[in-house]
């Protein structure tokens, strides 16, 4: 099962406070890979630790409520609700998915271009939001989203082409702007993201609606 969607939503909506879920978000997006493919690339990519099993369709809501336990726990289980976005696969996590999930060359092999969307908003360090893509198992860009030296680099790295072109857009947006609160450094930097690479990410399917969702558990 799949969810089909238009492209309207984009990504700005993912800077609003507990956009998916408390802590923060952890969403790949896939070009390429059907969604059950790009589950099972980022259950192996998690490591043999995990054993993945299926559990129908949730809202994020009751697959919060009803793992809960296993959330709040010492274990480590992280589980992902996917569906579908135009021609982009998605999957989203819950759970203990802080650290775990790493989207690289594994997830991205044999043409596919992948992109992670990250932010540790409960992190009190803090950490910033962070944006990293991969096609066909090679770095494409990556960078801070409030493109400062506090974690990282300020600046986008990546394939030279990719960087300089992301780089050009944020510039265009103002960007970078050291005085800009760092919520809409968030937002912006969304913003150009979803313009640059075509990105887009469904929020009513992921807030209000059913998805087909996967444990990820701790053997």
């Known amino acids: 099962m799949t969810t089909t969607t238009d492209m309207t939503d984009g990504l700005t909506w993912l800077a609003e406070p507990q956009s998916i879920a408390y802590g923060g978000y952890s969403v790949v997006l896939a070009r390429g890979l059907a969604p059950e493919e790009l589950v099972d690339r980022i259950a192996a ?6 054993v993945t099993r299926p559990l129908g369709p949730y809202t994020g809501e009751a697959l919060t409520e009803e793992y809960e336990l296993e959330f709040a726990s010492d274990t480590e289980d992280i589980a992902l609700r996917h569906g ?29 271009e992948v992109f992670h969307l990250e932010f540790e908003e409960a992190n009190g360090k803090p950490v910033p939001p962070f944006f990293s ?5 090679r770095p494409l860009c990556s960078f801070n989203l409030h493109l400062d030296g506090s974690w990282g680099s300020a600046e ?26 760092p919520e809409d450094l ?17 929020r009513a399917a992921v807030v209000e609606g059913e998805l087909p969702a996967v444990l990820l558990e701790v053997d």
Request: glycine share 14%; proline share 7%.
């Open 133 to 137: 893509a991969w096609r066909d198992g």
């Open 156 to 181: 986008v790295e990546g394939e030279p082409a990719t960087a300089a072109a992301v780089t050009a857009a944020l510039a265009e947006a103002g960007l970078p702007d050291p005085v800009r609160r």
């Open 45 to 50: 990519a998690a490591g043999p630790a995990f």
């Open 186 to 202: 968030h937002r912006t930097c969304l913003g150009v993201l979803a313009r640059s690479f075509g990105l887009a990410l469904p």
């Open 84 to 112: 579908r976005v135009g021609d982009l696969a998605f999957a989203v996590a819950y759970g203990y998915w802080q650290g775990e999930l790493a989207v690289g060359p594994a997830v991205s092999r044999d043409g596919a």
